[in-house]
């Protein structure tokens, strides 16, 4: 079966600290995969998606970043970051293209 | 993109009640997808709806297309503790996924 796993769950780093966070994909082969943000609990913002290895498509323009470094690795970085940068940030997969599956999340407080 | 609006953002309802929340748009949409997330957790694919005045249910979850394909519902009937949580519709159009801003659930006993 599938599985999804993003690391750390939760993380506070200070303004201006840069930032990686990932997420890994298990028992499927060449999926899509996503990167969201959710701030206080509400709707989920695309930040990021990837078709494939190198193939990174971002819908919102911001000081963040996305690699797809292999097949079911996808990684969201900072170089440095921002107070509004904190959030609830969601790693996805698909295969089917409407049907994700969502990770477990990171929570960012950006102090 | 195909964006969607929800209504209410907020439902207070007492165990026993029924509930619905309602997904708009003002374009047709290509296909309509409902997730929950419970509170603390991240969403849960529910279910896809594509075709033209489409009903599924699943259990006491009652989800419906649209004939003109521009709205979606979602009813539950007879709420339990159980169904708290934010209930999200999403549309996509390509690459482009597009999500309501949710509808949170909270029932109590």
């Known amino acids: 079966s599938q599985t999804i796993h993003q690391w750390p769950a939760t993380l506070v780093q200070p303004v201006g600290s840069p930032l990686s966070l990932e997420c890994t994909v298990e028992g499927t082969s060449n999926p899509n995969l996503y990167w969201y943000r959710q701030a206080a609990g509400r709707g989920l913002q695309l930040l990021f998606y990837s078709v494939g290895i190198g193939q990174i498509s971002s819908e919102v323009p911001q000081n963040l970043s996305a690699s797809r470094p292999q097949d079911r690795q996808f990684i969201l970085s900072s170089k440095k970051l921002l107070l509004s940068d904190s959030g609830f940030y969601l790693c996805a997969w698909s295969v089917i293209q409407y049907e994700q599956y969502f990770g477990p999340g990171t929570r960012l407080t950006v102090t | 993109g195909q964006q969607v609006m929800q209504i209410p953002q907020y439902q207070h309802v007492q165990e026993g009640e029924d509930f619905t929340t309602y997904c708009n748009s003002s374009?047709?949409?290509?296909?309509i997808q409902w997730y929950k997330q419970r509170p603390g957790g991240h969403p849960v694919f529910l279910i896809q709806l594509v075709k033209s005045g489409e009903v599924k249910k699943q259990k006491r979850l009652t989800f419906q297309f649209g004939e003109a394909k521009k709205n979606s519902s979602l009813h539950i009937t007879a709420t339990q503790t159980t169904d708290v949580g934010t209930y999200f519709c999403?549309?996509?159009?390509?690459?482009?996924?597009?999500f309501g801003k949710g509808t949170s659930l909270l029932v109590t006993p």
């Open positions: 374009t047709t949409l290509s296909n």
């Open positions: 999403e549309s996509n159009s390509g690459y482009a996924l597009n």
